[in-house]
Every structure is written in structure tokens, then in C-alpha cells.
């Protein structure tokens, strides 16, 4: 069966400072990828997608960024972040034939 | 452009009445899918249910019903006999295939609280 973590689970970061999340798929092979927020509202947002290695698509521009060193893991990161980047990040997977999207535990990030 | 409208913001019912919680979107695509995604409290996204354009068919699911009407653009979901552990954020999603990752636009969620 297919799993998918995420960490650190919750992370408290000054403004200013990097950020690096990591989302790591495992029993399957060349997932989609997806990175969420979901802000104190609920909603989520789409941040950035993956189809492949070294293949990412930014849907918000934004003081966020994203890569895929290697077929089953996705990094967001920020050089420096901002107040309104904390929020609750969650990534996603999807097989390529498959329409449903399976989502990790989430990051809870708060920037003070 | 693709929307889904959860016009719930917060609901509240008591043990073993029966909800529904309301979905509507808008799209002009022939095509696509609707989602419905439970978030308990620890935040994961859980998922429920997937219908696409062309099956109309309602289904159950033990306590979960799913009402799909294309005429009104609405995927209604039911839970029947609410229990505490419903307590959660539920959110419906609309999923148009673009031939390169699939992009899932979400409603705002409703917040189901059901108490003793």
C-alpha cells in the first residue's frame, strides 16, 4: 500500500529565517505531487505541482518555492519567510491514470 | 474558470439527527470530477468519495450518502445518524483534467460539530 509523510509536523520559524518542508511518497512510482496551504480560513490552495522529476509547476506566485530531487519527494522552501506564509501545508499524491488525490498528515507552520 | 461553493460555513446538530451538507460548482467542461474530503481536527485530508460528469448514480456508503444532480450542478452529501466522530471539516472539490497534474479547486469547507 501507498504511504505519505510529511515533516516536521509542526514548525515555529522567525521571520526572516528558511524554510524546508519535505513530503515523501512510498509503495508507488512516479506520483503526481502537489503542494497545498490551507490558510486560517480553510481553504486550501494549490501552490505547486509535480509530474515529474525536476518538473515543477507554480500555480501562486509567491515567496515559495519547490523542487523534486527525486521521484517520490517534494521540498517547499523559502529563502526568507514572511508572516503570511504560516498556515497549515499539505502535500499531495496522485497516480498519473488516477483522478484522486491522497493527501499527507500536514505541516502546521506558524512565523513570528 | 472553475468555483465550488460551500454555502454552509458551520453546522451543529445533536447525535443521530441526519445532515446534509451542500456542494455547488461551476464549470463549463463536459469532463470532470467531485470530490468530497473529511478534515478531522489532526488535519489530515481524508478521502471520501469521487463521481465523475457522466454517473449520476447516487451512492451509499453505510451512514454516507452522496446526491449528484448535474441539472442543478450540486453533489449534496448526506450523513445519516451523525455521531460525535463526524465532528469534522468537510470539503468538496472539483477536479478538471488539464493533461498535466490534476488541479483540484476546493470549496471553503463546512464545519460539522455534532454534540451529545
Known amino acids: 500500500s501507498q504511504t505519505i509523510h510529511q515533516w516536521p509536523a509542526t514548525l515555529v520559524q522567525p521571520v526572516g529565517s528558511p524554510l524546508s518542508l519535505e513530503c515523501t511518497v512510498e509503495g508507488t512510482s512516479n506520483p503526481n505531487l502537489y503542494w497545498y496551504r490551507q490558510a486560517a480560513g480553510r481553504g486550501l490552495q494549490l501552490l505547486f505541482y509535480?509530474?515529474?522529476?525536476?518538473?515543477i509547476s507554480s500555480e501562486v506566485p509567491q515567496n515559495l518555492s519547490a523542487s523534486r530531487p527525486q521521484d517520490r519527494q517534494f521540498i517547499l522552501s523559502s529563502k526568507k519567510l514572511l508572516l503570511s506564509d504560516s498556515g497549515f501545508y499539505l502535500c499531495a499524491w496522485n497516480r498519473d491514470s488516477e483522478e484522486t488525490q491522497y493527501f499527507g498528515p500536514g505541516t502546521r507552520l506558524l512565523v513570528l | 474558470a472553475q468555483k465550488v461553493t460551500q454555502a454552509q460555513t458551520e453546522i451543529s446538530v445533536v447525535e443521530k439527527e441526519d445532515v446534509t451538507l451542500d456542494c455547488v460548482y461551476e464549470t463549463r467542461d463536459t469532463t470532470y470530477y467531485l470530490f468530497w474530503y473529511k478534515q478531522p481536527p489532526s488535519g489530515e485530508l481524508v478521502f471520501l468519495i469521487r463521481r465523475n460528469s457522466f454517473d449520476e448514480q447516487n451512492e451509499i456508503s453505510g451512514r454516507y450518502s452522496w446526491n449528484f444532480q448535474k441539472s442543478t450542478s450540486s453533489f449534496n452529501f448526506t450523513i445519516t445518524a451523525s455521531q460525535v466522530v463526524d465532528s469534522a471539516v468537510y470539503f468538496c472539490a472539483l477536479l478538471i483534467l488539464t493533461g498535466g497534474g490534476n488541479k483540484l479547486t476546493f470549496g471553503t469547507g463546512t464545519q460539522l460539530k455534532v454534540e451529545l
Open positions: 509535480s509530474v515529474g522529476i525536476g518538473q
